[in-house]
């Protein structure tokens, strides 16, 4: 079993629609929650994070974590053609020496 | 500020030649990654350097892969021999602190590789 399991999709919604994205992982040592986006043939960026449990909203996006059941969710309200890509959840714990552990990574398409 | 800057950005080779991909990371960043990413396994850590010294390359697949970074400007990761299961895309990043939320990854565009 993967430390970090993620749908690989493809998503397709139309344009407007609120886009969940999930993932699990069974590490408990994970304190770290990241969301990279990334376009076709480039690298990922950084998009959101959270620390602990909780959520975190920036603007469209919001960011939660629940690590009583091991699973984080990226919310995108009123999705736009521009949100398309491949969204990768990473994560990493504070004694696992910087290794940032990444979801396979779940593709979006938003249709206009 | 010119971001991670990767070469080639796109490479094919035949079984057995040697590979050799560079990394150029952002300038005082002090922790360097190297990923590889398929659709199959996603994006995978190989190994990561800090102040130019590998600290963990328990990811890199097979003695075929090394990895190396004579300064704090320059990394390489070369296969030799090269496989063709070796065809992937192969990510630098480089970050200040580590690479956790407080100082995420910065990533470079990416080497494609194919092995035929």
């Known amino acids: 079993q993967k430390e970090v399991e993620q749908d690989p999709g493809p998503l397709s919604v139309p344009e407007g629609a609120i886009v969940s994205l999930n993932c699990t992982y069974s590490?408990?040592?994970?304190?770290?929650f990241m969301w990279y986006r990334q376009y076709s043939r480039k690298g990922p960026e950084l998009l959101m994070y959270?620390?602990?449990?909780g959520n975190k909203e920036d603007g469209r996006f919001t960011a939660q974590v629940d690590k009583s059941s091991k699973y984080i969710s990226l919310f995108i309200r009123d999705s736009q053609p521009s949100d398309s890509a491949t969204y990768l959840c990473?994560?990493?714990?504070?004694?696992?020496?910087?290794?940032?552990?990444f979801g396979a990574g779940t593709r979006l398409f938003v249709k206009a | 500020d010119a971001g991670v800057i990767q070469s080639p950005r796109h490479e094919v080779t035949e079984m057995g030649q040697e590979v050799t991909l560079r990394c150029k990371p952002i300038?005082?960043?002090?922790?360097l990654f190297w990923y590889r990413q398929t659709m199959m396994r996603g994006l995978e850590l190989l190994i990561y350097?800090?102040?130019?010294?590998?600290?963990?390359d328990s990811g890199m697949p097979e003695d075929r892969f090394s990895a190396k970074m004579p300064n704090a400007s320059f990394s390489n990761l070369k296969i030799q021999p090269s496989e063709p299961r070796d065809s992937a895309v192969y990510f630098c990043?480089?970050?200040?602190?580590?690479?956790?939320?407080?100082?995420?990854?910065?990533f470079g565009n990416g080497t494609r590789l194919t092995v035929t």
């Open positions: 990043a480089s970050s200040l602190g580590g690479g956790n939320y407080n100082s995420p990854l910065h």
């Open positions: 590490n408990s040592a994970f304190q770290y």
């Open positions: 959270t620390y602990s449990s």
């Open positions: 990473a994560m990493s714990a504070p004694a696992g020496g910087f290794k940032t552990i």
């Open positions: 300038s005082g960043h002090d922790y």
């Open positions: 350097f800090n102040n130019n010294v590998p600290i963990d």
